[in-house]
């Protein structure tokens, strides 16, 4: 034994004795060559808006010459002067706003298939066009500005979904976020064993505790892998816990297709859950959304109520209008709501709601995405909206809106 | 930025550089990784909220954008297989690279520590790494890894057994050769 250990120290003294490797590059070289980078990465996005600054600077010229055509006599030559400059500092204001824009993370479809629109109109008829839709822009602006959104509507090949869950302060409610890696990486264990490097408690006043103790070897792609339970796991001690990991282990891994999860390692420790090894797994269905806030210092969560026990839509509808204060779990519609459901198709279904307090503001944006995602839960791909008002954010309400991608998202990196 | 980078360079990327270059052990690609991390690392840092170290936090996303890269290795090696059909010939061709001059002018046993890290797992490199290259503490390499400190150990014992095994053979076929 004292053998093996020599040899240990041996082998860990050689490792430790490999030189150092030197850069030979540098440093402001290095720092040229990353900020080319950046730039390379940034250049699409800037592309997209070039038309801004030439378009601003041809409408602001025209409205120049028509205000010298209107100053006639031609003595205020030197105001004339000054107001055009004002108007450059103006678009230079703008064209700023809007390469805020397109930082944006996380925005549903209607939005962006606007901004390929525009991209394209741009190339066909420039100077036609860019007047009004810039005007179109500066609405956007203002609403991107002020809503807070609840659900993403992102996907592309480099984006991979990382669906975790945690639960509420009470362990009441499971609640599943969406953390959407932009770096094409699809390794699920990277983030689950280290939920609290991407997932901040306090911003929401969340547990993650439940899972402490657990550790993920899992294939996502290929849906295959184990969770290893360490000797000192213990949150699925009473029948509760035991519940509650299960609904968490479902909003983790079902979405990628696992029907079950086996564990390993002391799994003893499991409690009820020990029974079931391989552990069956599922995500309840037709289910309403409220709304999960800690406190006032904290960020809202949509939270799925999982133990409503309802028979249909409507009633679901209805559910969504109750607040559950001692869980922190407030209403997402109305409770002055009168609503009434058709069912256009079994993908399409429209709702419609009548209440004094709707109106374009944050409050009626979330009831349009707890709506969004109940309406998911029942199956349904797409809802046309009957509240009173055309818009909301940056939902067109007068066509149908499909449901969204991710609840609770989370841009990483 | 650019001051964001001068910190972020002069309090790791030393070590950042070494960590890189031990996992792919080139140093073309150590370079072009190396500038992934900053990008990565700049372009986020206004979203570090400070919940793990710095340092930490940094070697985290150095270790992702290295087993991106070692991803990316793979499928282009499996595209290129495929097309030729050379699967199993091609999977029985060790990859060899010449060896790196500062590794090159060590003693033999050195060079052999040098080249069993290849018989290690991603795993098991990134702890040999961070571990006893970088002499971070078990709790930093948890961290980092994002693993509990007790798989650190246990992976940490088993790479030393690995490397260990890998030396004793080379050294045993040194021996038969000689004699």
């Known amino acids: ?413 | 930025m650019k001051t964001t980078f001068e910190e972020l360079y002069d309090k790791y990327h030393t070590d950042l550089y070494q960590f890189i270059f031990y996992m792919v052990k080139n140093k073309e690609n150590t370079e072009d990784i190396v500038q992934e991390v900053y990008v990565k690392v700049l372009e986020s840092y206004q979203t570090f909220k400070g919940d793990s170290s710095e340092k930490t936090w940094l070697f985290s996303i150095a270790r992702h954008v290295t087993i991106d890269f070692f991803r990316k290795q793979q499928r282009k090696k499996k595209r290129i297989l495929d097309f030729f059909n050379w699967s199993e010939k091609g999977e029985s061709i060790p990859a060899s690279q010449a060896l790196p001059e500062e590794i090159a002018i060590q003693n033999e046993e050195l060079k052999q520590v040098f080249l069993a890290l290849d018989d290690c797992t991603e795993d098991q490199r990134s702890v040999i790494i961070l571990r006893y290259i970088q002499s971070f503490s078990i709790k930093e390499t948890a961290s980092v890894l994002g693993w509990t400190e007790s798989k650190v150990k246990t992976t940490q014992h088993r790479a030393i057994s690995q490397l260990k095994e890998h030396i004793d053979t080379s050294t045993r076929k040194e021996n038969s050769v000689d004699e």
């Open chain 1, 1 to 413: 034994m004292s053998d093996k250990n020599n040899d240990f120290k041996d082998i860990e003294n050689k490792i430790k004795k490999l030189p150092k490797i030197e850069d030979n590059t540098p440093k402001e070289v290095l720092f040229q060559k990353i900020q080319n980078k950046m730039d390379q990465s940034e250049k699409p996005k800037r592309s997209s808006k070039r038309w801004i600054i030439p378009t601003m600077a041809t409408v602001a010229s025209l409205f120049i010459i028509l205000l010298i055509a209107q100053s006639i006599p031609w003595n205020h030559v030197a105001d004339q002067q000054e107001s055009s400059m004002d108007r450059n500092e103006a678009t230079t204001e703008e064209s700023t706003e809007d390469s805020e824009i397109s930082d944006s993370a996380i925005v549903p479809n209607e939005q962006k298939e606007q901004e390929t629109q525009i991209m394209e109109d741009e190339s066909k008829d420039e100077e036609n066009n860019d007047l009004s839709e810039s005007q179109s822009f500066e609405n956007e602006i203002t609403n991107e500005e002020e809503f807070v959104y609840h659900v993403g509507y992102e996907k592309n090949e480099n984006l991979f979904d990382v669906h975790t869950a945690v639960t509420t302060n009470e362990a009441q409610y499971a609640i599943p976020i969406t953390l959407i890696d932009t770096s094409g990486g699809t390794d699920v264990n990277y983030y689950y064993n280290a939920l609290e490097n991407f997932i901040d408690p306090e911003e929401y006043g969340i547990e993650l505790s439940l899972l402490e103790g657990l550790e993920f070897n899992i294939d996502a792609l290929s849906t295959t892998g184990f969770i290893d339970v360490s000797s000192n796991f213990s949150s699925a001690s009473s029948g509760t816990m035991g519940n509650m990991l299960e609904q968490i282990l479902g909003h983790m891994l079902v979405p990628y297709g696992f029907e079950s999860i086996p564990f390993e390692g002391s799994t003893n420790n499991l409690g009820q859950l020990a029974g079931q090894n391989p552990l069956p797994l599922s995500v309840e269905e037709e289910v309403p959304y409220k709304y999960y806030q800690a406190g006032e210092e904290y960020s809202s969560l949509l939270v799925p109520i999982t133990n409503a026990n309802i028979a249909n839509i409507e009633e679901t509808l209805e559910y969504m209008k109750e607040d559950e204060e001692p869980f922190n779990v407030f209403k997402s519609i109305p409770n002055d709501a009168s609503i009434t459901t058709n069912e256009i198709s079994n993908t399409t279904i429209e709702i419609a709601v009548e209440s004094e307090h709707i109106a374009e503001n944050q409050t009626t944006l979330k009831m349009v995405e707890a709506i969004l995602m109940t309406a998911k839960s029942f199956g349904y791909q797409e809802v046309i909206f009957d509240i009173g008002i055309n818009e909301v954010g940056t939902y067109d309400l007068t066509t149908e809106i499909k449901v969204p991608l991710q609840i609770n998202p989370k841009l990483l990196h």
